[in-house]
């Protein structure tokens, strides 16, 4: 549970750009289209806004004017063709959010185990770290890019948002301009500051909610049951369960009013911000300085670019926190084998002369003391040898180093003279035959059991 927790609620710059972009490519590999169709139309919808405020004010001011029926009916049927995008826009964003959402969950799941695969040996699967951040990675692998590549594209569609609206009002007037922008930086400073508290909120509760997981895990597992009515620990465990999840409520609880009396006053501020605005843009109209359309597209303008940019914020926030997590995939995904396969290995002849412990010294990590010390030991071909010790003597460990399950930190297992190092393990396990003290059994029919293994 260390090294995780261990890092930062905040990736750096680097860690950011590089998770964008291989959550965009794993889009990408799925079939180009659909982000290119996503991208489309999150541009389009973030323009609808924008064309929506400029034929309001065109139609006011050339209903004010009182000249071109033509021209009124041709913005009038644009102005409904807008609303039909505007109306329609959202569902096909939906479906296709949903789409990529399950194209890139398999295509990241699929890679995540060819990954773990990858690992010939055990050690990854017996390091805490690794294993934590591995259920990290499979939470994340199925949702964490998909949610990455929608908040990119809602972040274009902010921008144009937000783009247009401003160009907009410059055309009009830079001052309106300026004082759009200003009344948005309030809302800005706000949920930035709400978001970076809501992610180190869920950073803080991650580990609350992965004990709740364990204590869940444990309450519904077949084998522990067993225990659990023996001994009646039962209550105690779901006592404990229960007080994770007060915990991790009571945290997201303070959150949400943080949140509540934060964006209360925002709202507040915006709207007096915006009708202050609105008072002077009317003042401003009846002196002739701004047409009634200024005024309409004025409007559209404020509250659009503060929603825009609010909007923007919440979606940096979402994308970040995904980023964190997607980046314990991309480290397992892209993590170096855990034993060395040389480029060209050395066939596997089934064996002729025997195999030999040479001097094979072994531990299961620096931190372990050394099981085996020295061993020596030659197994000629065609006998049966019995091996007796102690519990925990290293019979089983000897049987795992002979599977090159792990490679001995000095000496060499040989097989008929050469190094198990020098070959494939995969080839050299269809030579071997093995039945563990803790042997599996695999919930499949008793057909797939028996033809599972050779
Ligand atoms: N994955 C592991 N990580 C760390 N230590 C381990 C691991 N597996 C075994 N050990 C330790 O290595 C030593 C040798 O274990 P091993 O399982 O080889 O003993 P054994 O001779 O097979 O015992 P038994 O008679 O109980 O089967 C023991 O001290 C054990 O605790
Ligand atoms: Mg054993």
Redesign the pocket.
């Known amino acids: 549970m260390s090294e995780p927790t261990a890092e930062r609620a905040s990736g750096g710059v680097r860690t950011t750009v590089r998770g964008a972009g291989a959550a965009l490519a794993l889009a990408w590999q799925t079939g180009w289209y659909l982000p290119v169709t996503h991208g489309l139309l999150v541009l389009i919808q973030a323009a609808v806004p924008v064309v929506i405020a400029w034929q309001t004010k065109l139609i006011l001011d050339l209903l004010v004017t009182g000249d071109s029926t033509g021209t009124l009916l041709s913005l009038g049927l644009g102005l409904a063709a807008a609303g039909v995008v505007a109306a329609l826009a959202p569902f096909a964003v939906q479906y296709i959010t949903a789409e990529t959402a399950r194209r890139v969950g398999l295509l990241s799941q699929d890679r995540l185990f060819a990954a773990a695969e990858r690992f010939a040996g055990?050690s990854r699967f017996?390091n805490p770290a690794f294993l934590d951040r591995l259920r990290l990675a499979q939470q994340s692998g199925g949702d964490s890019p998909s949610q990455v590549v929608a908040a990119v594209f809602s972040l274009a569609g902010g921008v144009v948002t937000i783009v247009g609206f401003l160009g907009s009002l410059l055309v009009i007037s830079p001052w309106m301009a300026l004082f759009v922008l200003a009344a948005a930086v309030p809302a800005l400073a706000v949920e930035l500051r709400l978001s970076r508290a809501r992610a180190a909120m869920m950073w803080r509760i991650g580990p609350v909610e992965r004990r709740e997981f364990f204590f869940r895990d444990l309450l519904s597992n077949v084998q522990a049951a067993k225990e659990l009515r023996l001994f009646g620990v039962g209550p105690y465990l779901r006592d404990r369960m229960y007080r994770e999840r007060v915990e991790s409520n009571a945290q997201r609880r303070r959150m949400d009013q943080r949140e509540l009396t934060s964006q209360t006053l925002l709202g507040i501020l915006s709207a007096t911000i915006a009708g202050g605005g609105l008072v002077w843009a009317v003042l401003a109209a009846v002196q002739g300085r701004l047409t009634p359309g200024d005024l309409t597209l004025f409007v559209a303008a404020v509250s659009g670019v503060q929603n825009a940019l609010v909007q923007l914020v919440r979606e940096v926030a979402m994308a970040h926190h995904q980023l964190l997590m997607f980046d314990h995939y991309l480290k397992v995904v892209g993590s170096e084998a855990d034993l060395t396969v040389p480029e060209r290995p050395r066939d596997v002849p089934a064996l002729r002369r025997g195999i030999e412990f040479r001097g094979v010294w072994f531990r299961?990590?620096p931190e372990?003391?050394w099981?085996l010390r020295d061993v020596n030991l030659v197994i000629p071909h065609g006998g049966s040898l019995g091996l007796v010790?102690?519990?925990?003597?290293?019979?089983?460990?000897?049987v795992?180093l002979l599977c090159r399950m792990y490679d001995p930190e000095r000496g060499a297992v040989l097989w008929d003279g050469v190094d198990l190092r020098d070959m494939d393990p995969a080839e050299l396990r269809r030579r071997i035959g093995a039945v563990f003290?803790d042997y599996m059994e695999y919930d499949l029919t008793a057909a797939e059991n028996i033809g599972l293994a050779r």
């Open positions: 055990l017996e299961y990590s372990h003391p099981t010790g102690r519990n925990g003597a290293g019979k089983s460990t000897l795992k003290q």
